[in-house]
């Protein structure tokens, strides 16, 4: 408890949506790209939860069925973090190398089964 108040711990869910460019890198650029990845994760420390991973095919699917692609802005990775709030999330996340390349993330609290039922 922090000055009487209880603190809860949620999981967040970052999921990365590629920039236009992202991908184009030549190799020094790329080993660059994974060492701020590597130290931005670092830093993260007890509050990386799951350092996911990149995704490199996405299909949409629907009552009507099922189609290639995952429209205009696919998810292109994830990683779960956890955070006393989505404030404190957001303030984790603004470090991320994605944004730095031009990359945009989603962050969304995730609920536990209980918290999903009481709402």
């Known amino acids: 408890m922090r000055g009487g108040v209880k603190t809860h711990m949620a999981n967040f869910l970052l999921v990365y949506h590629a920039g236009p460019n992202q991908g184009d890198a030549g190799h020094e650029a790329q080993l660059s790209n994974m060492q ?17 991973n990149p995704i490199a095919r996405a299909w949409t699917l ?8 995952a429209g205009p802005n ?24 994605h944004l730095a390349t031009g990359g ?16």
Not at 62 to 69: F, P, R
Not at 76 to 97: F, H, L, R
Not at 112 to 118: F, Q
Request: glycine fraction near 14%; hydrophobic fraction near 45%; include cysteine.
């Open 62 to 69: 629907s009552k009507d069925g099922t189609t290639e692609g």
């Open 36 to 52: 701020a990845w590597l130290d931005w994760m670092g830093g993260l420390g007890s509050a990386l939860v799951d350092a996911g």
């Open 104 to 119: 945009t993330i989603e962050l969304c609290e995730m609920l536990t089964a209980g918290h999903a039922a009481a709402r």
């Open 74 to 97: 696919p998810a292109s990775g994830y990683t779960v973090i956890k955070a006393d709030s989505m404030q404190a999330a957001s303030e984790m996340v603004i470090g991320c190398p």
